[in-house]
């Protein structure tokens, strides 16, 4: 009987601790404060780092993955998940995007806006928009921006200037008082492009008179076309 009492009392304290430690963690994980996970997924690192950090978590980048669709330092998968139920103090893990890849802009001054295509294709960039700019070089690529050897991005945009025959502009003369002999003789020695219609099919008969597809003192282009109705 006394050897009983005495390892009663020896084991009573260690379980009495026992029990003392497990309702003691039971009570603090029971009433361990919560909070919702918030969707980082889109933000930069240091907007979701900071949103984590005022909701009592913290953030832990996993690795950083290439996407051509998701710009540079921007998540793009988080764990938890959002809009869930978490402790307070629990770090979120995050993937996030290495962006596009970043190359130096090719050359294409020179070049026909056929011969450009497969360069863009090669290098997955894109022709944003053509200018058309007056030029000794026409059908050919004359400048571009961004310039060439100059940074951009993966599947970033061009624009090019492409040259074009240079136009001039004249000033119709007065027709009332001029032969159109005369006046297709200038025409031709200007390298103005002009037509002549005949009302009738005999050239030789009497002629009615004429009339100008531009009308006297209008300003048109070298690029025009004259037409001379004779009836």
């Known amino acids: 009987m006394k050897l009983l009492k005495i390892l009663f009392y020896a084991v009573a304290p260690v379980l009495v601790f026992g029990l003392s430690t497990y309702l003691t963690i039971s009570f603090l994980l029971k009433f361990q404060q919560t909070t919702i996970c918030p969707d980082v997924r889109g933000k930069t690192v240091e907007d979701a780092r900071e949103l984590l950090r005022n909701?009592?978590?913290?953030?832990?980048?996993?690795?950083?993955?290439?996407?051509n669709d998701v710009p540079y330092n921007h998540i793009t998968v988080q764990k938890p998940d959002a809009n869930i139920s978490t402790k307070k103090g629990r770090v979120v893990h995050v993937?996030?995007?290495?962006?596009?890849?970043?190359?130096?802009?090719?050359?294409?001054?020179?070049?026909?806006?056929?011969?450009?295509?497969?360069?863009?294709?090669?290098?997955?960039?894109?022709?944003?928009?053509?200018?058309?700019?007056?030029?000794?070089?026409?059908?050919?690529?004359?400048?571009?921006?961004?310039?060439e050897g100059t940074d951009i991005l993966e599947y970033g945009k061009v624009t090019l200037f492409i040259g074009t025959a240079p136009r001039c502009y004249y000033l119709m003369a007065d027709t009332r008082d001029i032969n159109y002999n005369e006046l297709?003789?200038?025409?031709?020695?200007?390298?103005?492009?002009?037509?002549?219609?005949?009302?009738?099919?005999?050239?030789?008969s009497a002629r009615g008179g004429i009339e100008y597809s531009i009308l006297p003192r209008t300003v048109f282009s070298s690029t025009e076309e004259i037409v001379i109705n004779i009836y």
């Open 184 to 204: 297709a003789d200038e025409l031709e020695a200007k390298g103005i492009k002009y037509r002549i219609n005949y009302a009738r099919s005999d050239q030789a």
């Open 55 to 67: 909701k009592g978590l913290a953030l832990v980048v996993l690795r950083y993955e290439r996407r």
């Open 95 to 147: 993937i996030v995007s290495e962006g596009p890849e970043l190359m130096k802009t090719p050359g294409f001054v020179g070049l026909t806006l056929d011969e450009t295509q497969p360069v863009f294709s090669d290098k997955h960039l894109v022709l944003e928009k053509t200018v058309l700019v007056p030029h000794s070089k026409p059908g050919r690529v004359i400048a571009q921006l961004p310039a």
